[in-house]
């Protein structure tokens, strides 16, 4: 039998703090702050995480026994101070860790009922002692991901992404977002076969090792295979550049500015209905149906 661990917590209800700070003398903003600690019992972990609006950090420190979830739900300085408190109220955050054969699966969700008022947003910082495959759908924010394993997918909608690890990769990973840079940095002990494609932008790819082979390449479509591998690593933005580097310690290299100025014609669909699936492969999972939200089974 299934043994499930729920920590569950409403920002409805009560957070551990509320802060108001003042910015300069325009505006000021709001925050409502919470932690919550998912033991961690399982060999193996993974993580799915669903943001209606905001950004999502993951990171690995094995000196951990259990997952730390932090989130800091912000309302914008543009809204009326009377719909500030509202706004923060509006928002629930919850975590969630199941057990399943032996793996432990942390699952956290943020909701609003105001989520059509885009002048709020969860920050989630997810720190786990490790991690053999993820699921994160987020919007409005980057993703930043920092020495994961296993399966990845990660789907952004008007922010950037960016995925380093050290860790030898050897699963499928498929990587999307609208109006934004992808970073995918991994060590040469990987294998992939690249599928890599921007609709408006450049793609660069460097191998630190010369290690890939069978490579078709332009400004926007990169596609090789490295250490023979036939795990697909799928990687598509509608508008900014892709950087895949294979390196020797992809973990270190990081920037500060990872954004890309949105662009309003790509909402109004100028080249197709279907532009939201940024040229997938047809017969790829995510274009065919819903593949899942377990990450360990995604891609059995």
């Given amino acids: 039998m299934n043994r499930t661990i729920a920590a569950r ?73 009377k719909q500030r408190e509202p706004a923060l109220n509006a ?44 699921d994160i759908t987020n919007t409005a924010g980057d993703v930043v991901v920092v020495d994961t394993a296993g399966a990845t997918r990660i789907t952004n909608h008007q922010g950037a992404v960016e995925f380093r690890s050290s860790k030898p990769i050897a699963e499928p990973a498929t990587i999307t977002t609208t109006d934004g840079n992808i970073y995918y940095q991994v060590t040469p002990a990987c294998s992939a076969a690249f599928d890599i494609e921007t609709l408006d932008g450049r793609v660069e790819f460097k191998d630190s090792t010369s290690g890939a082979e069978k490579v078709y390449s332009t400004q926007t479509v990169y596609k090789a295979q490295l250490n023979k591998g036939t795990n697909p690593v799928v990687l598509r933005t509608n508008r900014g550049y892709i950087y895949s580097w294979v390196m020797e310690d992809p973990v270190a290299f990081t920037r500060v500015w990872k954004g890309t100025p949105a662009d309003p014609l790509d909402y109004i669909h100028l080249q197709g209905s279907n532009r939201y699936l940024r040229n997938l492969p047809e017969d790829h999972p995510e274009v065919q149906s819903d593949i899942g939200s377990d990450p360990l089974t995604t891609w059995k």
């Avoid at 003042?22 to 995480?49: H, K, M, N």
């Fill in 9 to 81: 917590w409403s920002l409805q209800m009560t957070c551990l703090g509320t802060l108001a700070l003042a910015l300069f003398s325009c505006g000021s903003t709001q925050d409502r702050l919470d932690s919550v600690e998912l033991p961690i019992e399982s060999p193996g972990v993974a993580l799915v995480v669903n943001n209606f609006r905001g950004s999502v950090e993951v990171r690995i420190d094995p000196r951990l026994a259990s997952a730390v979830v932090e989130s800091s739900v912000h309302a914008d300085e543009s809204i009326d101070s």
């Fill in 91 to 134: 928002v629930n955050v919850d975590a969630v860790q199941t057990e399943q054969h032996g793996y432990s699966i942390v699952t956290v969700t943020t909701t609003s009922a105001r989520a059509a008022f885009n002048d709020h947003r969860v920050d989630l910082k997810i720190t786990l002692p490790r991690c053999d495959g993820l």
